[in-house]
């Protein structure tokens, strides 16, 4: 038989064990609840981005067209037509992606756009534009979706 005093030296060594664990498990847990909330919003990005992809390739493609930018389009006859024509566009997008948030990077890689942040930032400005306009909702930070009907 076990003496008193050692059973209580073990029984308190094994508790104390099992809070080292118990503490290196939730620190575990709370690293892999942050690192599965980065992958389900990287894997809903690139889902928008397919769904606009998708959307693209069901035009023909005569109707999109990479746009020119800065000085260039303002030298060209009919710089208005271009702009109204990459508005619509974006706003064929948003109608595609329907009920889901897109960010200016998605909407860019779906028109066939650059990625650099100059040309996102031009497809974020018209985003805004249409939003001052009702054409288009912020739900987020960086988030745009189609109005509503």
């Not at 389900?40 to 930018?69: M, Y």
Request: charged share 30%; proline share 3%; glycine share 6%.
């Amino acid at each position: 038989m076990v003496p008193a005093s050692r059973a209580a030296r073990t029984i308190e060594s094994t508790a104390e064990r099992l809070q080292e664990d118990l503490s290196r498990l939730e620190w575990q847990k709370r690293a892999l609840e942050r690192e599965l909330a980065a992958v389900l919003a990287h894997l809903t990005s690139v889902q928008r981005a397919l769904g606009a992809f998708e959307a693209v390739l069901e035009e023909p493609s005569d109707t999109v067209r990479q746009e020119p930018t800065g000085a260039a389009r303002e030298e060209q006859p009919g710089a208005e037509r271009a702009y109204g024509r990459l508005t619509e566009q974006i706003l064929h997008c948003l109608a595609q992606a329907g009920d889901t948030d897109v960010r200016a990077r998605d909407v860019a890689v779906a028109l066939g756009r650059a990625t650099d942040s100059g040309s996102v930032n031009a497809i974020r400005s018209t985003l805004d534009r249409l939003v001052g306009a009702s054409r288009v909702r912020r739900t987020g930070r960086g988030l745009y979706r189609a109005q509503c009907p």
